[in-house]
């Protein structure tokens, strides 16, 4: 199962996606959450992953959301 770490912080959201062995394989950091979409949609389909674990931490409400995804990941105003 893949890891996909979403933290919010003021108005950036940095994103970080690990294999089943905990390697870091991809990360990217955005202002546009519309665009960080797509960056882990394509990402996504690049590893041909389709089970995972989204983790979204809201560093703004001290939040951690935790979701199982096993389809197409899409993140909706996190």
Not at 38 to 45: E, P, R, V
Not at 47 to 65: G, P, Y
Request: proline content about 0%; hydrophobic content about 45%.
């Amino acid at each position: 199962m893949y890891i996909i770490k979403l933290v919010k912080l003021a108005q950036i959201y940095e994103m970080f996606i690990f294999d089943d062995l905990l390697r870091l394989l991809a990360e990217h950091r955005s202002e546009d959450l519309s665009e960080m979409n797509f960056y882990i949609q394509t990402t996504q389909k690049k590893f041909e992953f389709k089970d995972a674990l989204l983790i979204v931490h809201d560093k703004i409400d001290n939040s951690v959301d935790l979701k199982r995804i096993d389809g197409d990941v899409f993140l909706a105003n996190h």
